[in-house]
Each structure stands twice: as structure tokens, then as C-alpha cells.
């Protein structure tokens, strides 16, 4: 079976698990899915990062779901992919502001940020947030506006 096939098929396994709230068996058809498409099909790994980053937020995981959502936009096959998944992230951001847990995103992300540490402006980005949930004072003004205007919706 190809990998296109099968990750539709544990995506459609995923979903359903989730709407029975078996979030560890949604997690797991979706990090099968991330394994089989990270290569061969980046939109659907994409997809599967986003949709695991909502099942984190179920959990309260919200660091979890920032990590999937920087995998996405590191690994975003297209720049319209890349825009699509910063707006969904910054969507996180809002989320875990509002909820003030952005002093999570202090804690255990020098494993993404070595992952990232090759796309300049992403790693750029993410020590941005990870100085900010530190309550440190960050200068944005080298990012793209996209992740820029993500910042400073969640610092004003």
C-alpha cells in the first residue's frame, strides 16, 4: 500500500479514535502517519502535525502542540503551507495566553530548536517565544512579518 493510502486510512482511524476521546490511540495513528509521509508526502505530514497539536490541546499539552506546529511549519512543503501553519500557531499561542500557560514554553525546547536549527528564521522565532515565556524583552524586527505579527499579538 502506498504511503498516501495508508496515512488517508490512519487518518480516517485517528479521527475516529479521537471522536471516542482515545486521545493515546489518536496519538499514535498520527505519529504513524508523521513517520510514512515525512518524506514521501510533506502535505500530509503537515496536516498530521497540526492535527496532533489539537489533540495535545485536548490533553492541556501545550507545549506539545507548539513542538507539532514548529515540525509542521519547519517541514511545510510549499510557502503557502508555511503561512497557513504560522497562522495556525500564533491560533495556539492566543490559546495558551489566554489560558497563561506561555511560561510552559521555557521548559524542554532545545530539542526542537536543534531540529529547526537550520531554517534561520523559524529557530529565530522560536528563541523569541522561549525568551518571552521567560518574561525576557525580545527585538523582532529582523523576522518576517508573519512571524512578527504572530509575537506581537501575543505581547500586546
Known amino acids: 500500500m502506498?504511503?498516501?493510502?495508508?496515512a488517508l486510512e490512519l487518518f480516517r482511524e485517528a479521527l475516529l479514535a479521537e471522536n471516542r476521546r482515545d486521545l493515546e490511540t489518536a496519538k499514535?495513528?498520527?505519529d504513524d502517519i508523521m513517520d510514512i509521509t515525512r518524506e514521501a508526502e510533506p502535505e500530509l505530514y503537515f496536516e498530521a502535525c497540526f492535527r496532533m497539536a489539537e489533540v495535545f490541546i485536548q490533553e492541556d499539552n501545550y507545549r506539545g502542540a507548539v513542538k507539532c506546529a514548529?515540525?509542521?511549519?519547519?517541514?511545510?512543503p510549499n510557502g503557502e503551507l508555511r503561512k497557513l501553519g504560522i497562522k495556525?500557531?500564533?491560533?495556539?499561542?492566543?490559546?495558551?495566553?489566554?489560558?497563561?500557560?506561555?511560561l510552559e514554553l521555557a521548559e524542554n525546547m532545545e530539542p526542537t530548536l536543534?531540529?529547526?536549527?537550520?531554517?534561520?528564521?523559524?529557530?529565530?522565532?522560536?528563541?523569541?517565544?522561549?525568551?518571552?515565556?521567560?518574561?525576557?524583552k525580545v527585538n523582532i524586527d529582523s523576522l518576517p512579518e508573519e512571524f512578527r505579527e504572530v509575537i506581537e499579538t501575543i505581547t500586546g
Not at 502506498?2 to 495508508?6: C, D, L, N, P
Not at 536543534?114 to 525576557?136: C, M, Q, S, Y
Open 88 to 102: 495556525r500557531l500564533g491560533d495556539i499561542l492566543v490559546i495558551l495566553k489566554s489560558e497563561n500557560r506561555l
Open 28 to 30: 499514535r495513528k498520527l
Open 114 to 136: 536543534a531540529l529547526i536549527k537550520d531554517d534561520e528564521a523559524l529557530h529565530e522565532f522560536t528563541t523569541a517565544l522561549v525568551k518571552i515565556a521567560r518574561g525576557e
Open 2 to 6: 502506498k504511503a498516501r493510502e495508508r
Open 70 to 76: 514548529i515540525r509542521g511549519i519547519y517541514r511545510a
